[in-house]
């Protein structure tokens, strides 16, 4: 049986994985349920662990994964986004982990800390459950470099699945291309004539830019990690 509380931040969280492919950092968390400090979220999600309903990914700041839903959610179509590998396994974890995977090509890698030279070409391919491809439209993978979105349980080394898109609502994370020549993946936030391109890591400062100068790319739908 859960409290009131516990409910609340297992939907938040599963809600965040499900759209962003990525857990919430613990501010969000905190600011979703309305508390005055994190402490009050490290015993609720350690509740929630206790009772088998999420599990920390060991050695990952942060990196939550959502193991069961409580009956009240189960109808929120759940699905896990977070696909677990081992580094034996080929490069970005391209087994295949359901039957019905599909093949994306890996665009070499993001910058989530300082941007670099825009992607163009593939590097390889890595296979992920056609679930996690929603919507319509083209989708492609990207490894990350970098530890700035590690807050939003992104961390160097994982793969990143993206559909391609030019547009994003606030709040979204993102490929965007930095004038033309640059590329780094970031949470999107407008505000007025600006965009801000800003880091889930509190070493990285978030970056403004005018709308003419960043181009949306793409948006996060998925992530795979290998250990």
């Known amino acids: ?33 309305d508390l005055r400090s ?53 490069p970005a974890a391209s087994r295949m982990v359901e039957a019905a995977a599909m093949t994306l090509p890996v665009m070499g890698r993001i910058a989530a800390g300082v941007p670099i030279e825009a992607i163009s070409e593939q590097s390889h391919t890595v296979a992920v459950p056609g679930d996690m491809l929603s919507g319509q439209g083209h989708h492609y993978a990207l490894e ?37 020549h640059e590329a780094t993946l970031k949470r999107f936030r407008r505000k007025g004539s600006s965009i801000a391109l800003e880091a889930a890591n509190p070493a990285y400062e978030t970056r403004m830019f005018r709308d003419d100068q960043v181009k949306v790319q793409g948006r996060l739908v998925g992530l795979i990690r290998t250990y």
């Open 1 to 33: 049986m859960l409290t009131r509380k516990q409910l609340q931040l297992l939907e938040f969280i599963n809600a965040r994985v499900t759209r962003d492919g990525v857990p919430p950092s613990f501010d969000e968390m905190k600011d979703a349920l």
């Open 38 to 90: 994190k402490s009050g979220i490290h015993r609720l999600i350690s509740a929630l662990e206790e009772r088998g309903f999420i599990r920390r990914l060991p050695h990952r700041a942060r990196a939550l994964e959502v193991v069961k839903l409580p009956e009240a959610l189960e109808n929120s179509g759940f699905t896990p986004r977070v696909i677990d590998g081992d580094r034996s396994d080929p």
């Open 144 to 180: 990350v470099k970098g530890d700035s979105m590690i807050e939003a349980g992104i961390n160097d080394g994982d793969v990143v699945v993206i559909r391609e898109t030019s547009t994003a609502e606030n709040g979204d994370i993102v490929v965007a291309l930095v004038e033309g």
